[in-house]
């Protein structure tokens, strides 16, 4: 069987690529490597975690020895890095945090991978998911191409910058075989309630002030998060090595437009007045830094992969919604934080 190790698993977009790989390749024996900070919830993971080619692995890829016998003793074949600090108003209060996740804990699994790999690199791949925030921010026209000059504003995009520039000089240096890319917003069920969608979604229900950066003209560009499962899948399985993609969307939205439809979706679905959910729209100080517009141009992995998004905006809040509205009982084992005793209680019985 092949052995791929996937890091972050139990976040957000890992939950969904971990979901994906172990359901449709059953030759393949799926090692979930994840810390559980905060941001890990192993009840993303529930319908897949008896899997027989499914295995969590509580560990940080900040501490090196673990890293480096970890893949000693299982003898990957491939890695898909997504583990990550994600949250850009974390990363203005807690820099290093994400230099030592982000940074050096893909060096460590550089490192491991390369010690491993080392003079027989055929087979082999590690794939880097990475940001759109890496390019900075646009004005009002343009897009990010692949060739667009990194020039990273917030702690977190320099800190994912340095990574991607990690996987390439050890590309360049030591030969090793990566595939990279850049992705856009991406939104969907499993998304943790501190981001816009689905902090929103969470405050709409709990008739909570919804808070509005600055004047909300901030645009971003949104991908339904399956979608980017699915181009990760393309990307690994079929990108050619040592090639960079960007993934979006193409979608773009202003912050203000784009909550006042999530407020005029959650009216309908709460059965409230129109215009009843908007009035919880607060306007609030400014994120520093806060870069005004990331739109992604996808024509590379769409013309050499065949890949583009397979569902609408609007097709993609509505599954959103719906799971949110569905699923009560994550929101409050997130909101409580009981879904942080999982994995203690799991690892009791
Ligand atoms: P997330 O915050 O939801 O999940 C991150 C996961 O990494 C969590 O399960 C966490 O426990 C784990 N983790 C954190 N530090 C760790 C460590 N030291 N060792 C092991 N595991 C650790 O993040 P996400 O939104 O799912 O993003 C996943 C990746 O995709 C990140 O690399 C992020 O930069 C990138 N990305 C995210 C988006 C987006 O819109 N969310 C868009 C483009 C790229
Ligand atoms: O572009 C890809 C990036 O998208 C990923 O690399 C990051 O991991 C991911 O967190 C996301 O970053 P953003 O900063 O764009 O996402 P966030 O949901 O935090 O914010 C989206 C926009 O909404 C941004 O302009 C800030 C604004 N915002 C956000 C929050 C949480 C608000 O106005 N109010 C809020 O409360």
Same mark, same amino acid.
């Given at each position: 069987m092949k052995k791929i190790l996937i890091t972050g698993g139990a976040g957000f977009i890992g939950s969904h690529v971990v979901r994906l790989f172990v359901t449709k390749y059953r030759d393949y024996h799926i090692y979930n490597l994840d810390a559980l900070t905060y941001a890990g919830n192993l009840e993303n993971l529930t319908d897949i975690e008896a899997a027989p080619n499914y295995t969590f692995i509580k560990g940080d890829i900040t501490d090196a020895d673990f890293i480096s016998e970890l893949f000693e003793q299982h003898a990957f074949e491939g890695v898909i890095h997504l583990a990550a600090?994600?949250? #850009?108003?974390?990363?203005? =209060? @807690?820099?290093?945090? %994400? &230099?030592?996740?982000? #940074? %050096?804990?893909? &060096?460590? +699994?550089?490192?491991? /991978?390369?010690?491993?790999?080392?003079? /027989? %690199? =055929?087979?082999?791949? %590690? !794939?880097?998911?990475?940001? @759109?925030? &890496? !390019?900075?921010? +646009?004005g009002a026209e343009g897009l990010f191409t692949e060739t667009t000059a990194y020039d990273p504003n917030s702690p977190y995009s320099a800190s994912k910058a340095s990574s991607d520039h990690f996987v390439r000089a050890y590309g360049e240096t030591y030969g090793l075989p990566y595939v990279l890319t850049n992705c856009s917003n991406n939104y969907g069920p499993n998304h943790f309630p501190e981001k816009l969608i689905p902090l929103f979604i969470h405050n709409i229900i709990a008739n909570k002030p919804l808070p509005v950066y600055g004047d909300g003209n901030y645009t971003r560009d949104w991908l339904f998060v399956e979608d980017h499962a699915r181009a990760i899948d393309l990307v690994f399985h079929q990108g050619a090595a040592q090639e960079t993609y960007n993934i979006g969307g193409f979608n773009e939205w202003k912050n203000i437009d784009l909550v006042r439809l999530l407020c005029s979706i959650m009216d309908g679905k709460l059965g409230r007045r129109p215009g009843k959910s908007a009035e919880l729209i607060t306007y609030v100080k400014d994120r520093p830094g806060h870069d005004l517009r990331y739109a992604i141009d996808a024509t590379k992995i769409k013309e050499q992969l065949g890949w583009e998004p397979s569902v609408t905006f609007e097709q993609g809040l509505e599954i959103t919604v719906n799971w949110y509205l569905n699923h009560p009982e994550w929101l409050d084992h997130v909101t409580s934080g009981a879904y942080l005793n999982y994995y203690d209680v799991k690892s009791e019985e």
């Open positions: 600090e994600s949250h #850009v108003d974390r990363s203005i =209060e @807690d820099p290093l945090a %994400f &230099v030592k996740t982000n #940074v %050096f804990g893909t &060096v460590n +699994l550089l490192n491991a /991978a390369k010690k491993e790999w080392e003079n /027989a %690199f =055929e087979g082999k791949r %590690f !794939y880097h998911i990475s940001t @759109d925030e &890496v !390019y900075g921010s +646009l």
